[in-house]
């Protein structure tokens, strides 16, 4: 059973948090030139729209999912095992067995090291190509629940409960570890433009957004400072992603909502409506200006979101757990009755 969902008396709140770059975070209406995001005269952005490609099914219910940077792999996770398939022809790579629940799955960005966060408290390494396991790293006190690469691939850092810890990863030494919440830390995630920035994702309500500093007092540390502390409007905070700026926040919540924020301003800039329960996963796609959701309600929505505009919408019988993007324009969707979704983005206009 899929950690954090709500019991029949019970109901949690989930979000799932990505940043979308400056040149395209625009409100739905731009009131002046000069609101961030907006550029007098400037041109109509192409209409990205998405096709299923094909299906797999695992037939094991879904744990995680992730899409090599390159776009040309795909890892999944299900109870007791850990996969790698070529991504356009599904075909196995790779298989091995796990015996720990997986909650979270990163690729590096050379698209060479896979990283899992599992159950047992450990973050491993996995060959990308061979499937062997590279290296085992511990030190996180409970289950290590989310896990993410820095953009130059030089750090990686894992969640667990309350603490955040980082490895170098050239000699794979611990370099930082802090505690940055006040419960389980479910998404980590690296800006993607140099700035050393790092959003942690809790259920304690908040995405805190970190600044990555060399140490003063020992130059083979590196020290957070906290930048920015954003509360989400209702409890569990599931995932964290940055893209090319810092600039606006999308957060999808327990309600069936989709938020746009002004991350700088913590402006709220509009609001999407089209699932009707809490959204598990959000992420855009290769054209920033689209946006997809994965919700309990079993429906994934493709959308314009500065439009306000649903491009594409699908519901399935079960739960959608996870989403993932490629720069190549492909996505993913898992369902939690183990069946693998790939789309790809129509670009037109």
């Given at each position: 059973?899929?950690?954090?969902?709500?019991?029949?008396?019970?109901?949690?709140?989930?979000?799932?948090?990505?940043?979308?770059?400056?040149?395209?975070?625009?409100?739905?209406?731009?009131?002046?030139?000069?609101?961030?995001?907006?550029?007098?005269?400037?041109?109509?952005?192409?209409?990205?729209?998405?096709?299923?490609?094909?299906?797999?099914?695992?037939?094991?219910?879904?744990?995680?999912?992730?899409?090599?940077?390159?776009?040309?792999?795909?890892?999944?996770?299900?109870?007791?095992?850990?996969?790698?398939?070529?991504?356009?022809?599904?075909?196995?790579?790779?298989?091995?067995?796990?015996?720990?629940?997986?909650?979270?799955?990163?690729?590096?960005?050379?698209?060479?090291?896979?990283?899992?966060?599992?159950?047992?408290?450990?973050?491993?390494?996995?060959?990308?190509?061979?499937?062997?396991?590279?290296?085992?790293?511990?030190?996180?006190?409970?289950?290590?629940?989310?896990?993410a690469f820095s953009a130059s691939g030089d750090y990686l850092a894992a969640g667990s409960f309350k603490t955040i810890k980082i490895w170098e990863t050239t000699t794979w030494?611990?370099?930082?570890?802090?505690?940055?919440?006040?419960?389980?830390?479910?998404?980590?995630?690296?800006?993607?433009?140099?700035?050393?920035?790092?959003?942690?994702?809790?259920?304690?309500?908040?995405?805190?957004?970190?600044?990555?500093?060399?140490?003063?007092?020992?130059?083979?540390?590196?020290?957070?400072?906290?930048?920015?502390?954003?509360?989400?409007?209702?409890?569990?905070?599931?995932?964290?992603?940055?893209?090319?700026?810092?600039?606006?926040?999308?957060?999808g919540s327990a309600d069936g909502k989709l938020y746009i924020w002004d991350l700088h301003r913590n402006d709220l800039i509009t609001t999407l409506s089209g699932h009707t329960?809490?959204?598990?996963?959000?992420?855009?796609?290769?054209?920033?200006?689209?946006?997809?959701?994965?919700?309990?309600?079993?429906?994934?929505?493709?959308?314009?979101?500065?439009?306000?505009?649903?491009?594409?919408?699908?519901?399935?019988?079960?739960?959608?757990?996870?989403?993932?993007?490629?720069?190549?324009?492909?996505?993913?969707?898992?369902?939690?009755?183990?069946?693998i979704i790939l789309f790809k983005e129509n670009i037109s206009g």
């Open positions: 059973m899929k950690k954090g969902l709500p019991s029949l008396s019970i109901f949690y709140s989930f979000l799932s948090i990505a940043v979308i770059p400056f040149f395209f975070s625009l409100a739905l209406v731009c009131k002046d030139s000069m609101e961030m995001g907006c550029t007098a005269g400037s041109t109509p952005q192409p209409t990205v729209t998405l096709r299923e490609i094909k299906r797999i099914q695992t037939g094991i219910p879904l744990q995680a999912i992730a899409i090599s940077p390159a776009g040309d792999r795909l890892a999944y996770a299900v109870e007791g095992e850990i996969a790698v398939l070529e991504l356009e022809t599904f075909n196995p790579v790779w298989k091995n067995e796990y015996h720990y629940p997986i909650n979270d799955l990163a690729f590096s960005p050379h698209g060479d090291w896979l990283a899992s966060a599992a159950d047992d408290g450990l973050v491993t390494i996995w060959d990308v190509k061979s499937g062997k396991r590279r290296h085992l790293l511990s030190g996180l006190s409970q289950w290590a629940t989310s896990v030494k611990p370099v930082a570890q802090l505690q940055a919440h006040q419960s389980y830390i479910w998404g980590l995630d690296f800006d993607r433009n140099g700035s050393n920035l790092l959003a942690s994702a809790s259920t304690d309500q908040t995405v805190n957004v970190w600044q990555i500093e060399k140490s003063n007092e020992n130059p083979e540390k590196i020290s957070l400072k906290l930048f920015s502390t954003l509360r989400a409007p209702t409890y569990w905070v599931r995932s964290a992603a940055f893209a090319a700026d810092q600039a606006v926040l999308a957060a329960s809490y959204i598990w996963k959000v992420a855009f796609s290769s054209q920033a200006n689209s946006l997809i959701s994965g919700s309990e309600d079993g429906k994934v929505v493709f959308w314009e979101w500065k439009q306000g505009v649903q491009r594409y919408s699908l519901q399935e019988n079960t739960a959608v757990v996870s989403v993932a993007v490629a720069r190549n324009g492909y996505l993913a969707a898992a369902l939690r009755d183990g069946t």
